[in-house]
């Protein structure tokens, strides 16, 4: 069973940088197109950003083009997003999330695997 473990969150002001961490293990990390999701207070989870299981594709949402850059290394079986010009806006749980192996899907529903979380907060 595949689980996804999120690291690097905290506490950082507007215009600041962080970088998240989420090493899975359990599986073929190989096989995983990996995405990010997060969850702001009071709000539904949104999709955030994807990577394929190459790397060679990458997708974001909207609100975070041009500033969040999602990456993963297949040898350290763990994918990043590196997050720049932070806003108060971008304060929330952060999730890495997959679909089933050999999969793509970027709603909600078509994730198997989730990780518990990491707690993003954005003074301004």
């Known amino acids: 069973q595949v689980q996804l473990v999120e690291s690097g969150g905290g506490l950082v002001q507007a215009g600041g940088s962080l970088r998240l961490s989420c090493e899975a293990s359990g599986g073929t990390f190989s096989s995983l197109a990996m995405r990010w999701f997060r969850q702001a207070p009071g709000k539904e989870r949104e999709f955030v950003a994807a990577?394929?299981?190459?790397?060679?594709?990458?997708y974001y949402a909207d609100s975070v083009k041009g500033r969040f850059t999602i990456s993963r290394d297949n040898a350290k079986n763990t994918v990043y997003l590196q997050m720049n010009s932070l806003k108060s806006g971008d304060t929330a749980v952060y999730y890495c999330a997959a679909p089933p192996p050999g999969q793509g899907g970027w709603g909600l529903r078509e994730m198997a695997y989730w990780g518990k979380g990491i707690l993003v907060t954005v003074s301004s």
């Open positions: 990577i394929s299981r190459s790397g060679g594709n990458l």
